[in-house]
């Protein structure tokens, strides 16, 4: 069984910066495109920024500039560096293979005052 474990996440005032960390057992981050997703109360998740196995990567309209996705596949660690943040960007944050995703992981809250 693969278990993704998101962490990093807490409160921080408009402006600030946070850096959410996601690790897991077996080779997912070795072999598949990586992703960040987030999660508002009443909304669909979304899909925030990926990553590929040779680090290109893309990011959604809303947090381009702000966000930097990356990893570390030796220690099967993906990041999010979360810089000039909003209070839209409140929300509970998950990573996940985008192709070939596994069982999600509990997420991590960022919650972002105003």
């Known amino acids: 069984q693969v278990q993704l474990v998101e962490s990093g996440g807490g409160l921080v005032q408009a402006g600030g910066s946070l850096r959410l960390s996601c690790a897991a057992s077996?080779?997912?981050?070795?072999?598949?495109?990586m992703g960040w997703y987030r999660q508002a109360p009443g909304k669909q998740r979304e899909l925030v920024a990926t990553?590929?196995?040779?680090?290109?990567?893309n990011y959604a309209d809303s947090v381009k500039g702000r966000f930097t996705i990356s990893r570390v596949n030796a220690k099967k660690m993906l990041s999010l560096q979360m810089n000039s943040l909003k209070p839209e960007d409140t929300a509970v944050y998950f990573c996940?293979?985008?192709?070939?995703?596994?069982?999600w992981g509990q997420g991590t809250q960022v919650t972002v005052s105003s």
């Open positions: 996940n293979a985008v192709r070939y995703p596994v069982d």
């Open positions: 077996g080779s997912i981050f070795s072999i598949n495109t």
């Open positions: 990553i590929t196995v040779g680090g290109t990567t």
